[in-house]
Structure formats: C-alpha cells, structure tokens
C-alpha cells in the first residue's frame, strides 16, 4: 500500500481566512513533504519534515507554516493568502527522509486551494 | 544550478504505439531518477525508478534508459493505452547541504494517445 491521503479535496477561502490542509500515512515512513504546483507546471517543494522535525524550508512565505504532530500526519496551516497562492498542494511521504539517495516518494491527490 | 528538463513539452502517438519520452539533467552527481505520471487533477503517481549504477530498467510496460554520459533519461511506454494519457515528469534526487535530498522535477511532457 502507498497510499498518502489528503483533505479536502477542494478549498475555497478569502484572503483573511486561517485554514488547515491535512496528510495522512500509514506507510510507516519518516518523511513527509509538501509541495505547490501552478498549473501546467512541476511540483515545487515548499517543506520537508524528517523524523517529525522539519528539516527543510525552502524560503516559503511565512502565511504557510507547516506542522508535523506525528510520524503519520502533517498539516499545512494557511493564514492571510494572497491570490496567487491558488494551486494544488501536494503531500508525500518516504521512507527514510533523505539518505539513502534512493528514498522514493509517493504522493496524494493535492487539494485544488483558490484564494478569494 | 541542478536543473531536469525535457526536449518535448507535447507528444501525440496513436493507440497501440510505442512511445518515448525524454529528459535532460545537468548534475552529474546525482544518483537517482524517478518517473512520474500525473493525470488530470490527480497527484503524481510513480511509474519507474532507475539508479545511476544502471543503464536501463524495465517494469510493465515501461522502460527506463540512462545515459549518464550525456546525462539523459528517457521514458519508453510499449503498445500505449487511452489510459496512458497523462502529462509525465522526470525528476531527479538532488543532496542538499543540510544532508538532506529533494526532487527536482522537470518542465513535464504531455502524452495523449489517439484512438
């Protein structure tokens, strides 16, 4: 099974709103990322958590902060957005979080989030 | 900089086909590669890996070639399917300094498939 689930499926919010982007895995993997996708364009990591800590922010707007409660979950708390932040948010998971070189990872569905 | 892109942003084949897609590199240190295929308003799916100890590896229907020394890798989809259409990335297992890694996925090449 490699199966990484994510709600909600959709959200829709305004620009004041504070909303909550959830993961789940069963997988026993150690790794959970997050990633944006724009349409017609790759995925683009915003966050990595290994071992339940984070281990790497790549520059992300402080309006998105990323909580990992235990190895299964990681949510992705969202707080005044702007606009141009509608994409897909993509959850993954691996194995081993960084070494070996080889850890795959398997991704959700996304949630399709349009900021008002 | 570490960059993964690929020759041909559209490829149109007739079912049944063979199909090939490809991608470009530029870190000659990295050692991993997956291929992804994404559907629409679906998340990536792994289709295939390949390691850089290897020049080609085969799964169901599917083929991975690399070169390592023109850095490139290509996808090979044998006897395609409607169900194959899908846009597809190659991404690339890139080592930070924090000891960490992360994918860097290429620009993704949108197969459709022609009854």
């Known amino acids: 099974d490699t199966e990484v689930t994510q709600t909600p499926k959709h959200l829709v919010m305004g620009m004041t709103n504070k909303k909550s982007l959830k993961c789940e895995q069963h997988m026993g993997h150690r790794a959970m990322y997050w990633y944006k996708q724009k349409a017609k364009k790759p995925p683009e990591l915003m966050f990595v958590y290994s071992y339940e800590k984070l281990s790497i922010n790549e520059s992300v707007p402080s309006r998105f902060s990323p909580e990992c409660p235990n190895s299964s979950l990681l949510n992705l708390h969202l707080h005044a957005l702007q606009p141009e932040d509608s994409a897909l948010y993509l959850c993954?998971?691996?194995?081993?979080?960084?070494?070996?070189?080889?850890?795959?990872?398997?991704f959700g569905p996304g949630t399709r989030l349009t900021v008002l | 900089g570490e960059s993964v892109g690929l020759h041909l942003p559209t490829l149109s084949v007739q079912e049944g086909d063979n199909s090939i897609i490809n991608c470009a590199y530029s870190?000659?240190?990295?050692?991993?590669f997956i291929w992804y295929k994404q559907e629409s308003g679906k998340g990536p799916q792994f289709i295939i890996d390949i390691r850089s100890n290897m020049d080609k590896r085969q799964g169901q229907r599917v083929t991975v070639l690399l070169n390592k020394t023109v850095k490139h890798l290509s996808l090979q989809i044998a006897a395609t399917q409607p169900g194959d259409s899908a846009v597809y990335f190659c991404?690339?297992?890139?080592?930070?300094?924090?000891?960490?890694?992360?994918?860097?996925f290429g620009q993704g090449t949108r197969l459709t498939i022609n009854p």
């Open positions: 991404a690339e297992n890139v080592g930070l300094t924090q000891g960490a890694q992360k994918l860097v």
């Open positions: 993954a998971s691996s194995q081993f979080g960084g070494l070996p070189s080889t850890d795959t990872q398997y």
């Open positions: 870190n000659s240190a990295s050692d991993y």
